[in-house]
């Protein structure tokens, strides 16, 4: 098959409004000069448009015309480094996803350990934030979920006794396994973060592990993140007021 055949297949198997790169092409090496003409055909055409260099998308069209990607897809490029993911967006527009907040913020965070990753473009603005380890496939969305207990007390808009129920079920959704490897990477994370993580494991009686949290803890550490125990009755257990 040619090359300019192979990408409009490819072409063909992505949504309308989704982001992709020549990596997501399947193009070999020796083929992108060819591939690259190819692109820019398809561009002139109309079928597909570029959102900045190596990052292209399908228009979308709709009765009031083309719609540009979501602020998501336009972003989700920058999370990949050669088809691995290397970060994750964070801070209140993860929250809000999460249903934590009804805020969406001007400006995104996008959590990487190996870099800095800034954006600023297509009426987009994103800015490095830190992540505690190295952001994979695999371990992100355990990433997103500490993140939200670090950041719990200073959630803007966020109902804490809604938010402590929307945390308590997602954490119930997890395997047994994956509440492991979630307690390991929050071993890198603040106290006060692991320490709501334990109140909120215990409330949902997932015991196991337990004691590796609070031998990382100093017993005489109090944390203040504004939480009554009416609404999370476990807190006292691990000295949080």
């Given at each position: 098959?040619k090359?300019?055949?192979?990408?409009?297949?490819?072409i063909?198997?992505?949504?309308?409004?989704?982001?992709?790169?020549?990596?997501?092409?399947?193009?070999?090496?020796?083929?992108?000069?060819?591939?690259?003409?190819?692109?820019?055909?398809?561009?002139?055409?109309?079928?597909?448009?570029?959102?900045?260099?190596?990052?292209?998308?399908?228009?979308?069209?709709?009765?009031?015309?083309?719609?540009?990607?979501?602020?998501?897809?336009?972003i989700?490029?920058?999370?990949?480094?050669?088809?691995?993911?290397?970060?994750?967006?964070?801070?209140?527009?993860?929250?809000?996803?999460?249903?934590?907040?009804?805020?969406?913020?001007?400006?995104?965070?996008?959590?990487?350990?190996?870099?800095?990753?800034?954006?600023?473009?297509?009426?987009?603005?994103?800015?490095?934030?830190?992540?505690?380890?190295?952001?994979?496939?695999?371990?992100?969305?355990?990433?997103?979920?500490?993140?939200?207990?670090?950041?719990?007390?200073?959630?803007?808009?966020?109902?804490?006794?809604?938010?402590?129920?929307?945390?308590?079920?997602?954490?119930?959704?997890?395997?047994?396994?994956?509440?492991?490897?979630?307690?390991?990477?929050?071993?890198?994370?603040?106290?006060?973060?692991?320490?709501?993580?334990?109140?909120?494991?215990?409330?949902?009686?997932?015991?196991?592990?337990?004691?590796?949290?609070?031998?990382?803890?100093?017993?005489?550490?109090?944390?203040?993140?504004?939480?009554?125990?009416?609404?999370?009755?476990?807190?006292?257990?691990?000295?949080?007021?």
């Amino acid at each position: 098959m040619k090359v300019a055949q192979k990408i409009e297949k490819k072409i063909d198997s992505i949504k309308e409004g989704e982001t992709f790169t020549y990596q997501q092409l399947s193009i070999d090496n020796s083929e992108y000069q060819t591939a690259a003409k190819s692109i820019e055909r398809l561009i002139k055409k109309g079928i597909i448009k570029r959102i900045s260099p190596g990052i292209f998308y399908k228009p979308k069209q709709t009765v009031f015309g083309e719609l540009l990607p979501n602020n998501e897809e336009i972003i989700k490029p920058y999370l990949f480094k050669n088809g691995k993911r290397i970060a994750y967006i964070t801070g209140t527009l993860l929250y809000n996803k999460l249903g934590l907040t009804s805020q969406i913020p001007q400006t995104i965070k996008i959590a990487c350990r190996e870099s800095e990753i800034k954006l600023n473009k297509s009426n987009i603005k994103a800015i490095p934030a830190k992540s505690y380890v190295d952001v994979t496939n695999k371990n992100y969305q355990y990433l997103e979920i500490l993140d939200a207990i670090k950041d719990f007390k200073n959630i803007q808009g966020l109902n804490k006794e809604n938010g402590i129920i929307i945390l308590l079920n997602i954490l119930k959704k997890f395997k047994q396994e994956e509440i492991g490897e979630i307690i390991k990477y929050s071993l890198k994370y603040p106290p006060r973060t692991r320490a709501l993580l334990g109140a909120f494991l215990e409330a949902n009686n997932l015991k196991d592990n337990l004691k590796e949290l609070q031998k990382s803890l100093n017993p005489l550490s109090v944390y203040s993140l504004g939480i009554r125990k009416m609404i999370l009755p476990t807190i006292e257990n691990w000295k949080i007021k």
